[in-house]
């Protein structure tokens, strides 16, 4: 498993220092799995920062009752545009990124299965993400003054038809999906033929690291959930251009046909937001509790269930349409069936930390976060999973809290875990543990000052989507709360790219394995030279590295 050191600054031909633009060039049109990698989470974190700032917005306008900090139609773009990108634009671009920098060094490979197909999911994703933002210049056309897209992220018919909404924002919003959802589509083909054609020799599927074996049930997910939205998005422009009368109810059309073809797509969308976060954790525990995951085998299966079961639980997002009883009993039980293998993963997760020799390095504490906040909202989501309950809070902030419990509280959490772990492995460097543990506190301490007031608002009727409200409603100081923690949370990023640009100037040298690891990733040079491995390596068991460390551990000798 010897690896030759690598210098990303010097030519590969000569030796000398590239000049920036050939830099510059050689990251444009690199095939690289590990460039490509880096540019997908850089751009997923820029699109985080310009949501984030979309998000302090709205929060800013709801901290007091009858604001005027913003106009009506203005905040219903931000809502929009803020949440497409924190879904489409920052969650399935970091699994991208993760996966495609992590899979072929964890299974001993050089490279993706196809990287041309790797550049072109990568461009198609962000040239996607550029097509919702250039609607702000040509949403009404360029003769305009321009607008975005005001229907919601999950947009909802009849707000996409042409007679209700303004100009051409939302074919921006159809389009800027449409091509962004063709570069997931691709890394997912990407990773599947990796994970299935390039392991290396002895690395078999009961060998694979967890984070493997989550990131290919993940992009089976993907293949499976993004037909649904492709096809209501051509029917939608159908509707919109070609009087196709999909979705038009004045004209024969179904409203709730949208929903049925959205939600087959959202629904197993948010696992596919979730797993990835589900693959670091998993490989981070294990390593600073010094001991195997707890009930490995139960892990991949419950991941399996995941991905099985999520695909039918789509319409619990529609108990209040009208549904039969018959349905809605089935999506009940379908919606809380899927909560027993989420919680046999985080019962794993706990009984791994169970006694073992935990470190509290930055890493942890992110996953830790994760533990605590995930749980939460599972619980939240079983009780939305009761059509009675969900009745009474449906379009609720209640509902908005859960989202975020789930979105931000768990995958954003171990996301960032993620890149505190990798971090020094793809540039040499470690992060700052000092700069590390403010970016989690203050997260932290702003994510609960946010998220846990609107629970309390969507009990006392604070529907989602609104503007501005009135006073008196007992909403004032819950919504106070919750924009003054967005401060907090905008001080813990700032952290965080403070930290990152610091250590890459002039951060401790990480060395090739920090963290005392055992998975291959952590067997080459820091960072991995374009081949990865001078050798391809053979492994012998689940941890290959740390055999090779510690063969006097019987502990860890099996398969």
């Given at each position: 498993m010897a690896s030759i050191p690598y210098n990303p600054e010097l030519s590969a031909v000569d030796g000398k220092a590239l000049s920036l633009p050939t830099k510059l060039h050689e990251w444009v049109v690199t095939v690289d799995h590990k460039r490509l990698g880096v540019m997908y989470i850089a751009s997923s974190l820029l699109f985080f920062a310009v949501a984030g700032s979309l998000a302090a917005l709205m929060r800013t306008q709801l901290a007091f009752p009858d604001g005027h900090f913003l106009r009506p139609e203005v905040f219903n773009r931000l809502f929009t545009v803020h949440g497409t990108t924190m879904v489409f634009l920052v969650g399935m671009p970091?699994?991208?990124?993760?996966?495609?920098?992590?899979?072929?060094?964890?299974?001993?490979?050089?490279?993706?299965?196809?990287?041309?197909?790797?550049?072109?999911?990568?461009?198609?994703?962000?040239?996607?993400?550029?097509?919702?933002?250039?609607?702000?210049?040509?949403?009404?056309?360029?003769?305009?003054?321009?607008?975005?897209?005001?229907?919601?992220?999950?947009?909802?018919?009849?707000?996409?038809?042409?007679?209700?909404?303004?100009?051409?924002?939302?074919?921006?919003?159809?389009?800027?999906?449409?091509?962004?959802?063709?570069?997931?589509?691709?890394?997912?083909?990407?990773?599947?033929?990796?994970?299935?054609?390039?392991?290396?020799?002895?690395?078999?599927?009961?060998?694979?690291?967890?984070?493997?074996?989550?990131?290919?049930?993940?992009?089976?997910?993907?293949?499976?959930?993004?037909?649904?939205?492709?096809?209501?998005?051509?029917?939608?422009?159908?509707?919109?251009?070609?009087?196709?009368?999909?979705?038009?109810?004045?004209?024969?059309?179904?409203?709730?046909?949208?929903?049925?073809?959205?939600?087959?797509?959202?629904?197993?969308?948010?696992?596919?937001?979730?797993?990835?976060?589900?693959?670091?954790?998993?490989?981070?525990?294990?390593?600073?509790?010094?001991?195997?995951?707890?009930?490995?085998?139960?892990?991949?299966?419950?991941?399996?269930?995941?991905?099985?079961?999520?695909?039918?639980?789509?319409?619990?997002?529609?108990?209040?349409?009208?549904?039969?009883?018959?349905?809605?009993?089935?999506?009940?039980?379908?919606?809380?069936?899927?909560?027993?293998?989420?919680?046999?993963?985080?019962?794993?997760?706990?009984?791994?930390?169970?006694?073992?020799?935990?470190?509290?390095?930055?890493?942890?504490?992110?996953?830790?976060?994760?533990?605590?906040?995930?749980?939460?909202?599972?619980?939240?989501?079983?009780?939305?999973?009761?059509?009675?309950?969900?009745?009474?809070?449906?379009?609720?902030y209640f509902v908005v809290a859960h989202f975020h419990y789930t979105l931000i509280g768990g995958l954003l959490f171990a996301l960032f875990g993620g890149v505190y772990y990798w971090f020094p492995k793809a540039t040499g460097k470690m992060l700052s543990e000092t700069l590390g543990k403010w970016n989690f506190w203050l997260l932290v301490i702003g994510f609960h000052m946010t998220f846990d007031p609107l629970h309390f608002a969507g009990l006392l009727g604070m529907p989602r989507r609104i503007y501005t409200y009135p006073p008196g409603r007992g909403w004032e100081g819950l919504n106070l709360m919750a924009s003054i923690g967005v401060i907090f949370q905008a001080a813990a990023v700032a952290f965080l790219a403070w930290n990152i640009i610091r250590s890459l100037r002039r951060g401790k040298d990480a060395g090739n394995d920090p963290w005392d690891a055992w998975s291959l990733e952590w067997a080459t040079s820091s960072p991995p030279p374009e081949y990865n491995f001078a050798v391809l390596p053979e492994v012998r068991s689940s941890r290959p590295l740390w055999d090779l460390k510690h063969p006097e551990d019987p502990d860890w000798k099996y398969e």
């Open positions: 970091f699994f991208a990124g993760f996966a495609n920098y992590l899979v072929p060094l964890m299974i001993g490979a050089r490279d993706m299965a196809f990287p041309r197909l790797n550049a072109f999911g990568y461009w198609m994703f962000l040239f996607g993400g550029m097509l919702l933002y250039f609607s702000y210049i040509g949403g009404e056309g360029l003769a305009g003054h321009g607008t975005a897209p005001d229907v919601g992220w999950f947009a909802y018919s009849p707000l996409t038809e042409r007679a209700f909404s303004r100009g051409t924002s939302t074919d921006y919003w159809i389009l800027s999906i449409f091509v962004s959802g063709i570069g997931t589509t691709a890394s997912a083909i990407n990773v599947i033929a990796t994970i299935v054609s390039m392991r290396c020799k002895g690395m078999t599927l009961s060998r694979m690291p967890l984070f493997v074996w989550l990131m290919l049930v993940v992009s089976g997910m993907v293949l499976m959930a993004m037909p649904p939205l492709t096809a209501a998005q051509v029917m939608l422009l159908l509707d919109r251009y070609l009087g196709a009368h999909f979705f038009d109810t004045q004209a024969g059309g179904s409203a709730l046909l949208w929903q049925h073809f959205f939600w087959l797509f959202g629904h197993p969308e948010v696992y596919i937001l979730v797993i990835p976060g589900f693959a670091c954790v998993s490989e981070i525990i294990p390593v600073f509790s010094r001991k195997p995951m707890f009930g490995r085998a139960a892990m991949i299966g419950a991941t399996i269930a995941i991905g099985m079961v999520s695909v039918s639980v789509w319409a619990h997002h529609m108990f209040a349409v009208g549904m039969s009883s018959t349905s809605n009993t089935f999506f009940v039980a379908a919606t809380m069936l899927v909560g027993v293998p989420t919680g046999i993963k985080i019962f794993n997760w706990i009984a791994t930390m169970y006694n073992g020799k935990i470190r509290l390095d930055t890493p942890m504490l992110f996953c830790i976060g994760f533990l605590f906040q995930f749980l939460i909202a599972g619980l939240t989501g079983i009780m939305l999973a009761a059509a009675p309950f969900d009745w009474q809070l449906t379009d609720s």
